[in-house]
Structure formats: structure tokens, C-alpha cells
């Protein structure tokens, strides 16, 4: 049961992602994008991770997406206008290395890729730790302890995007 | 077991994001072909989490960090390229040769 | 460490250093400073002649035979190569440290003097007391490589001071070609060296010599080959056939550096070191033979061209190569001859140096003369002096006394260790018949000599006076700074046989007693030798007599009178011409090596392996290639990012591939 509707809403992802890129219209491949990200949430909520599938929709679906689509009204692309995608000569080139990435990908994601037995939990065993400590506790946890560090210099980080991008953006300072 | 299909799907989409990014000129839906890539890594990581630990959703969690940090700085340059050359696309943007 | 005065060894060389040190940064902050430089430059030669004295008293007092060693620090540890940087207190680096800082001290002193005016003065002293510290080096180390740093920082000191006033293009080629012939001999030094390492698996004295009677076999052909190598370090250092062209030119330097460098010490280094090797040159009888020949040989053949040289002091270098070349016999015969060797160094140090030193003095006379009546002559050239002696009585009297010293007039201390050699060689000649011609050879020097000594002095001090009216009135006597040292040396000239009275005339041969551990070893691997009390007498007599006979003979065949100044003087002709021009050998060497290493470097390896094959073939042809493959790619180059891209995933399409297999 579980295992069908990922697959239907992994086929919703792929779709979407496949006409992300390919409608003609920034504001169409924007939407579509959204739908995908909503997908992956949907996805994300069946393998144990509801705070991530959470945080997917306010940050990406909403925060993220909504900068896009502002981007796009501000600079007034939103009109269909002539087509950037590129000819016969680059769709062949990307088909024929996205081909072989593809093929790549999978071998290397394929069953032997896979983390032996030996170190893998028992099943279940995450579903235990939220209930544990909660579904926000069970990130939270190694969050303000084991990757504290990482978390603080990540705040910096985004506080170093937040003034670059005032300063890039600003006409005049 | 989620964990095949989860790496599937991830891999299909993460090959369209790159698809994208070949394919397309304008460089906003060329930053959302990139958001689609790291989204997908994010779909193995948190896929891998079930059998490995919660390490992997914390994992997410920064990548959404420096995606969202991205996104803003991205965006901003595409901004004032935009102001410069009044264009988005790909092809007016050759300086590197020079 | 042996607790006495010994143990302050290392102080001697350090106080040269310090005084280079010293003296350097004045030479280098402050280049008119005099009064400081003097005192520094004087005084740490005194304090290591000092150290010198107390050293030797205090081995003395210890009466052993062995030498005492100091390791100080590990300088090359390379697997079973160990060397150490050490010194070696023994019989005969006491008597080399003695000679070395007494004479340099002296030396030193006269510097004061002589180079007074010049703008150099600091750096000149810096150099000399460099010169100092090497030689210390050279003489003390207690190894072979360390020896050899103060044998190549000699021949350093050597350049720098030969080509001291290098702004003229003959001093500093003279300091060049004196660079390049030693280079010669060093290489003769390092492949020694090699051989040594190579045969006894060390470098130290103490055990090269202790393990030579195993490591080789006695007369075979790799102990003869290192003796053969290190001797040609001998004919570079010490001014022998084939090399000894580079002495002479060295005279371009003051004339107290050729006093101190090119007389009395660094040219004695050769027979140094054939001595401290006695061992080896015992064990190799042909290389023996050899050094006493090329000694011998060298010895008549300097001394006939010091026959018609004209500048005074060429005529002293060319006396030196003769008596370097005596030495030579003499540590080439080995054993006990070893002591006459080093009782001659000694000797010849002292009347040598009061020879060159005398010589500068005149020089200095002249030179001011000269200055005073603004005349641009030859201030060297025997030509146009004469009559100096009533203007430089103390000169003349303490170069007459070196004179009958060199010339081997009794009891003058050349008398002594001249006739020591030659009883020595004539000794050997009875169970080696070839030592007779050496012996042959030494007499017929002994009487070229006593003639151009003679005629050195008559040509200079008297006869008639041929500098002009005008400069014989500016003819003085040197200060008294530079005839102190004169005095002193002309003591010694005259005394200095006192340290090696044989027991002919019941004497005590101190020195030959005192270096007979140095030798001890190899006098067993020698022939025994013995010459009666009446041969003894009889070489004594001829000896006498050929000295006298050189002496009279310059007198009465030399017409005063007809002598010209340089500039007027008429060109020889004959065999007096060969002689003249040295036997050709320079333009002999200019023909035969020199012409054709210039032709082979310009021609073959500048014009075509240079400018051919390396820059054209290799640095140009990198060049061309690197634009040729950047030509060729310069098309990925597009500026287009799309494209960058997509080269980009290519690249890590591969990467992954590699990761998949």
C-alpha cells in the first residue's frame, strides 16, 4: 500500500520535474517545480521524516519558491516570449549525456550500492526514536548537540547570503 | 522497503535536473533545474536515513540552509546581470572568454 | 680533552674568524676606518700566535707521541661516512701553527705599514685574517674533508687577495688563472679523497693511517694512485711542474700577501700534506720517486728562469717555486727527511718572507719616489733601482742576511736545512741510484740560486743609482712598523738553524727528533739508509763551496754599469730570451689547453650545444609546443557557459565511469 503511493507520487515528481523542464514559460516551470517539491514532501512524510517534509513545503514549496516567482515578476519575464530552449544540436548533447549519467546513476544506486545489512538499523527502529524523543526532537537532538557547530557557522552563512544579496541587488548603496 | 524506489526516483530526477541545466538558457529556470538537483540528493538522504540513522535528515536540514542561502545570492547576481545587460539568458553572458 | 692549555686549540682559528668578522663589517660599514681595523686586524693574530705558544708548551709538557684529537661536532653524517669537524694537535700541526701565526703576525704587522695609503686597508686585513683562519683550518683539521675547507678557503683568500686591487684587469686575471690551476690540483685533492673513503671507509687521519698497512697493499696501484692524485693537489697548491705558472702572476698582489700567501705558508700547504701522508707516500715507493722528481725538476727549472727576471718580485716567486720544489725532495724522499722538509718550510719561511717583505719595502720606497715625482716607471723593475742601499741601510743589511740564508751560507739557518735535505736525498741514493740525480739536480740549484739571490741584491742596493735625480731625493727607509717585522724575521734568518743542529756538529736535531713520531710509521717501509760521517763532511764542503761560488760569481760577472732603466733597456737575445720569457711555458700552455677549451667552448659547446640544441631545440621548442597545443584547444575555450558546462559533466561522466569499473 505504502509502497504504491510513493511510486505514484514519485511518477507525480518525475513528471512534473520533466515538464518543469521543458515548458517554454519561467512562470510555468516555477509551478511546476512546486508541484514537484510538494511531491517530494508527500514522499518524504512516507519514509519517516515529517519535520524534513515539513520544513520542504514552508521553506522550499513556500520561502524558496516564492523568490523565484518574485524574481520573475520583478524582471517581467512571465510573457511567453521566444524559446530558450536549444536546438537539435544541444537536445541531442543533453539527452545523450543525461542518457548516460542516468544509466550511471542507477547502476551505481543499484543493489550492490545499497549499505550492507551489517550496519543498517533494524526496521522500524526511527519510527521508535520519534516516538521516543518526538518527530522535531529526533532532528533537534543531533542538531543542537553533534552538529552545533556546522548549525552556528550555517547561520552565518545565510546571515553572509542575506547582506551579499542586499548588496547585489541594491542600485545604489 | 522504500529505499530502491527512493533512489530511483532520485536518480531520474536529479538526471532531469541536469538534463535542464544543458537544455535550458534562461538562467533562472537553469537555478530551478539546480534547486531540482539538490532536491533529489535531499530524497537520498532522507531515504538513507531510515536504515542508517537520523544523521541523514539533519543532512537535509543544512542542505535546505545553504539552498535557501543559494537561492538568495543566485538570484540577487541574476538581478543585477538583468540590470546590465537587460537579458537573463545564457548566451549574452561570454565574458569568460575576454 | 686533556685538561692542559691544548684544549684551547680552537681558540686560534675562532680569533682569525672573529677578526675577519670584525673587520669585514668595518670593511663593509665604515671602508676608511684604519686605526681599528689595525688593532683588530694585528691583534687576534697576536693572541692566536699566543694560543700558538701556549699550545705547544702545554703538548710538550704532556710527552706523547700520540696526537691529541678534538671532535667537535658532526659535520657529515652520511651512513658509514662520519666526518667530524675536529682538530688534531700534533708534532707537526704545532710546528705549522707556530710558523703559520709567528710569521703571520709579522706579516700582519709590516701590513700596517705597507698599506697605509691604500682606500682598501679594512678589507685588505679582512681577508688576511681570513686568510689566517684557513690556513688554521688547513694545518689543525684532524681529517681529510676538513683539511680540505681550509685548503679550498686558502686558495679563496688567495684570489680575493691576488686580485686585491682588481679594478686593473691584469691583477684580477692573475687572481683567475691562480683560481683556475688550483682548481686543477683540488680535483686531484677530491678524487684522493674518494679513494681514500673508498679504500678505508674513512676520512679521519687516525684511522686512515692506522688502517693504510691493511686496507693496501704496498706499492700496488690503488695506494699509488691516491698518493699520485694528492700530490697533483701538491702541484696546484704548491706551485710545481706542470702547475706552477699561477705563482708568478700572483705577485700582482701587495706584497705582503705574497710574503705571507704565496712564500710562507698557503704554498707550503703541498708539503703539508705530503708529509701528514708520509705513511702513504711511504707505501707507495714510484709516487715518492715521483714527488722528489717533480720536486727536483721543478726546483733547477724555477730557479734558471729566476735567472733573468727583472721585477724583484718575480724573481722571489720564481726562488720560492725552487725551494717549494726543495721541500718537495725533501717529504718525496720521506722517513726521516720528513723533519728536513718541514725544518726547510720553516727556514724558508722566515728568510722568504724578510725576502718579500724586504722587497716591499723597497717597493715602497720606490712607489713613493715614484709619487713624488709624479713618474709613471716600473717601481718592481731591479732595472731601474741600483744604489739603494745608501738610502735604505736597514733593508739592505736584513735582505743581505735572508740572501746568504737562501743561498745556504753557514751557519745562516737556510745553511742547515738546505744541507739536511741534501744528506737525506744523497743517503737515499745508495740503495736508489735516482736519488743521486735529485741530489745532482739540488746542487745545481743550490748554485742558480746563490747567483740570482746575489744578483737580486746587487742589481737593487748597489751600483749605481738609476731612478733619477729628482726621485732619489724622496728615497727613504720604511717606517719603523715595517722594519720591526724585518728586524725580527732577520733574527730568525739568522737563528732559525738553531732548532736542527745535526749531530754532525754535535747538535741536538731537536726538530728531527721532535717530528719523529709524525714519521715513525713509514720509516720501517723504507730502505735503510746510513751515510758516513765523511760523505756527510764532503756534501757539507760542496754545498759550501757551490753557495760560495754563486755568491762570487753573480759578483764578478755582473757589470753594474752597464745596466739601463727599464724603459731604455735593450731586448735579449738568445737563450738569455728563452730564459726571459720564462721557456715559453705560459704561451706553451696558451697553445696546447687554453686555445683549445676556448675554441671547444665557444664553438662547439655556445655556438651549437647552447644556442643549437638547448635554447633553440629545448626552451624554444617547449615554448613553441605549449602555444602549438594551446593553438590547437583554443576552441573549447568559448566563453559560453552552457558549453562549460557540459564539459564539466563530461569530466564528471568519467569520474563516475571510474568509480562504476
Known sequence: ?173 | MLLSPALEISAVLFTLGVAGVLLRRNTIVIFMCVELMLNAVNLTFVALAQPLGIGGQVFVFFVMAVAAAEAAVGLAIILAVYRHKQSVSLQNMNLLKD | ?661
Open chain 3, 1 to 661: 680533552m686533556t685538561g692542559t692549555a691544548v684544549d684551547l686549540i680552537w681558540l686560534a682559528p675562532a680569533l682569525a674568524l672573529l677578526g675577519f668578522v670584525l673587520n669585514g663589517t668595518l670593511a663593509l660599514a665604515r671602508p676608511a676606518t684604519k686605526t681599528a681595523v689595525s688593532i683588530i686586524g694585528v691583534g687576534v693574530l697576536l693572541g692566536a700566535f699566543a694560543i700558538g705558544i701556549a699550545v705547544f708548551r702545554s703538548f710538550v709538557a704532556l710527552h706523547t707521541d700520540a696526537p691529541v684529537v678534538f671532535q667537535y661536532w658532526s659535520w657529515i653524517p652520511v651512513g658509514s661516512l662520519q666526518v667530524n669537524v675536529g682538530f688534531q694537535v700534533d708534532q707537526l700541526s704545532t710546528v705549522m701553527l707556530l710558523v703559520v701565526t709567528g710569521v703571520g703576525s709579522l706579516i700582519h704587522i709590516f701590513s700596517v705599514g705597507y698599506m697605509q695609503e691604500d682606500p682598501g686597508y679594512a678589507r685588505y686585513f679582512a681577508y688576511l685574517n681570513l686568510f689566517v683562519f684557513f690556513m688554521l683550518l688547513l694545518v689543525l683539521g684532524s681529517s681529510f674533508p676538513v683539511m680540505f675547507v681550509g685548503w679550498e678557503g686558502v686558495g679563496l683568500c688567495s684570489y680575493l687577495l691576488i686580485g686585491f686591487w682588481f679594478s686593473d684587469k691584469v691583477n684580477a686575471d692573475a687572481g683567475r688563472k691562480a683560481f683556475i690551476m688550483n682548481r686543477i690540483g683540488d680535483f686531484g685533492f677530491m678524487v684522493a679523497m674518494f679513494m681514500i673513503f673508498w679504500s678505508t671507509g674513512s676520512l679521519d687521519f687516525g684511522t686512515v693511517f692506522s688502517h693504510a698497512p691493511t686496507a693496501f697493499v704496498a706499492g700496488g696501484g690503488a695506494i699509488t694512485a691516491i698518493t699520485l692524485f694528492l700530490f697533483l693537489g701538491c702541484t696546484g697548491k704548491s706551485a710545481q711542474i706542470p702547475l706552477y705558472t699561477w705563482l708568478p702572476d700572483a705577485m700582482a698582489g701587495p706584497t705582503p700577501v705574497s710574503a705571507l700567501i704565496h712564500a710562507a705558508t698557503m704554498v707550503t700547504a703541498g708539503v703539508y700534506l705530503v708529509a701528514r701522508c708520509n705513511l702513504l707516500f711511504a707505501m707507495a715507493p714510484v709516487s715518492g720517486a715521483v714527488v722528489a722528481g717533480v720536486g727536483a725538476l721543478t726546483a733547477l727549472f724555477a730557479a734558471t728562469i729566476a735567472l733573468k727576471q727583472w721585477d724583484i718580485k718575480r724573481v722571489l716567486a720564481y726562488s720560492t717555486i725552487s725551494q717549494l720544489g726543495y721541500m718537495f725532495v725533501a717529504v718525496g724522499t720521506g722517513g726521516a727527511a720528513i723533519s728536513a722538509g718541514i725544518f726547510h718550510l720553516a727556514t724558508h719561511a722566515f728568510f722568504k718572507a724578510l725576502l718579500f717583505l724586504g722587497s716591499g719595502s723597497v717597493i715602497f720606497a720606490m712607489h713613493r719616489a715614484y709619487h713624488a715625482s709624479h713618474s709613471h716607471e716600473d717601481a718592481q723593475d731591479m732595472r731601474n733601482m741600483g744604489g739603494l742601499a745608501r738610502h735604505m741601510p736597514w733593508t739592505t743589511t736584513l735582505m743581505w742576511i735572508a740572501t746568504l740564508a737562501i743561498a745556504g751560507v753557514p751557519p745562516l739557518s737556510g745553511f742547515f736545512s738546505k744541507d739536511e735535505i741534501l744528506t737525506a736525498v744523497f743517503a737515499r741514493g745508495t740503495p736508489q741510484p735516482a736519488w743521486l740525480v735529485f741530489g745532482g739536480l739540488g746542487l745545481v740549484t743550490a748554485l742558480l740560486t746563490a747567483f740570482y739571490m746575489t744578483r737580486l741584491m746587487l742589481y737593487t742596493f748597489h751600483g749605481p743609482n738609476r731612478t733619477g735625480g729628482e726621485e732619489r731625493r724622496h728615497l727613504f727607509e720604511a717606517p719603523w712598523i715595517m722594519t720591526a717585522p724585518l728586524l725580527v724575521l732577520g733574527l730568525l734568518s739568522l737563528a732559525g738553524g738553531l732548532l736542527n743542529v745535526p749531530e754532525l756538529y754535535h747538535g741536538n736535531a731537536w726538530l728531527q727528533h721532535w717530528l719523529e713520531p709524525i714519521s715513525r710509521s713509514s720509516v720501517a717501509l723504507l730502505p735503510e739508509t746510513h751515510l758516513a760521517t765523511g760523505t756527510e763532511w764532503m756534501l757539507v764542503g760542496i754545498a759550501v763551496a757551490v753557495a760560495a761560488i754563486g755568491i762570487v760569481g753573480a759578483w764578478r760577472l755582473l757589470n753594474l754599469e752597464t745596466i739601463v732603466p727599464a724603459h731604455s733597456a735593450p731586448a735579449e737575445r738568445g737563450f738569455a730570451r728563452v730564459l726571459r720569457n720564462k721557456w715559453y711555458v705560459d704561451e706553451i700552455y696558451d697553445a696546447l689547453i687554453v686555445r683549445p677549451i676556448v675554441w671547444l667552448s665557444r664553438e662547439v659547446l655556445w655556438k651549437w650545444i647552447d644556442q643549437q640544441v638547448i635554447d633553440g631545440a629545448l626552451v624554444n621548442g617547449a615554448a613553441r609546443g605549449t602555444r602549438a597545443v594551446g593553438w590547437a584547444n583554443r576552441w573549447l575555450q568559448t566563453g559560453q557557459v552552457g558549453v562549460y558546462v557540459a564539459v564539466f559533466l563530461v569530466g564528471v561522466l568519467l569520474l563516475l565511469w571510474r568509480a562504476m569499473s
Open chain 1, 1 to 173: 500500500m505504502t509502497l504504491t503511493f510513493f511510486w505514484i507520487f514519485g511518477v507525480i515528481a518525475m513528471g512534473s520535474a520533466l515538464l518543469c523542464i521543458t515548458r517554454r514559460n519561467p512562470v510555468v516551470c516555477a509551478l511546476w517545480l512546486v508541484v514537484t517539491l510538494f511531491a517530494l514532501a508527500a514522499m518524504y512524510v512516507m519514509l519517516d521524516a515529517q519535520f524534513i517534509a515539513a520544513l520542504q513545503v514552508l521553506v522550499y514549496a513556500g520561502a524558496i519558491m516564492v523568490l523565484f516567482l518574485f524574481v520573475i515578476m520583478l524582471l517581467n519575464l512571465g510573457r511567453p516570449g521566444p524559446t530558450d530552449i536549444k536546438g537539435p544540436v544541444g537536445l541531442l548533447l543533453a539527452a545523450v549525456l543525461a542518457g548516460t549519467l542516468l544509466f550511471q546513476l542507477r547502476v551505481l544506486g543499484g543493489a550492490q550500492a545499497l549499505p550492507p545489512s551489517a550496519i543498517q538499523l533494524p526496521p522500524g527502529s526511527l519510527a521508535a526514536l520519534q516516538a521516543r524523543q518526538g518527530i522535531v526532537g529526533a532532528v533537534a537532538g543531533p542538531l543542537f548537540e553533534t552538529y552545533l557547530v556546522p548549525f552556528e557557522i550555517a547561520s552565518v552563512l545565510l546571515l553572509a547570503a542575506i547582506v551579499g544579496a542586499v548588496v547585489l541587488a541594491k542600485r545604489k548603496l
